[in-house]
């Protein structure tokens, strides 16, 4: 597969930065709306946002169970931030009614590293990608508490894991998508390649 097709979550967030990091990351891009628009993509981001938002909209669209089963199936998965967080198997200081969809066996903490006036940006060493170290822009971001024995910790920041993968879903903390920086879309375009060969 030379071009996959890779869908951005477009309930909320930053779905647009999204699009364009994937397409300089030669996939060709989408947003994804509706239920039967997950069976055109062979990838979907998850994008940053509010995550409690996403969760009531992702049930608002008729999206929660399509999106649980599209990771179930093993189809590659990236999510940024809130992404992080929707792709979590538990969840620490998350409203009762928050649903997520699932695929890393990790406990994700909300909000973890403050409020939005203590955003930051920092380098971030992520194993697998080459060319030294991205540029990690953390608003409002999670940190993952713990993780299971599948879950590979691929970035710590802080003593915090900050990015992990497990299996064909990608998280990370940070949103390297507002850097210009695209190795972390090139990382998931080459999974998503994989999984289609």
Not at 149 to 159: H, K, R, S
């Amino acid at each position: 597969m030379s071009t996959p097709t890779i869908g951005v979550l477009a309930l909320q967030g930053d779905v647009r930065e999204h699009l364009t990091a994937l397409a300089e990351a030669d996939a060709l891009a989408r947003p994804v709306r509706r239920p039967e628009e997950l069976d055109e993509v062979d990838g979907l981001v998850i994008p940053g946002g509010e995550s409690t938002t996403m969760s009531k909209l992702a049930v608002v669209f008729g999206m929660l169970e399509p999106l649980r089963a599209f990771v179930r199936a093993g189809k590659p998965v990236y999510g940024t931030c809130a992404g992080m967080i929707m792709v979590a198997d538990k969840l620490l200081d998350a409203r009762e009614d928050q649903e997520t969809f699932g695929g890393v066996d990790m406990i994700v903490r909300r909000n973890a590293f403050g409020r939005q006036n203590e955003s930051f940006e920092a380098a971030i060493d992520v194993a697998g990608i080459p060319g030294g170290p991205v540029e990690g822009v953390f608003i409002r971001a999670p940190w993952v508490e713990s993780v299971g024995g599948d879950v590979e910790v691929l970035a710590t920041y802080d003593g915090h894991t900050v990015a992990v993968r497990q299996g064909n879903v990608l998280a990370t903390s940070f949103h390297p998508e507002l850097t210009g920086d695209h190795r972390v879309h090139a990382l998931f375009v080459e999974m998503v390649r994989a999984a289609a060969g």
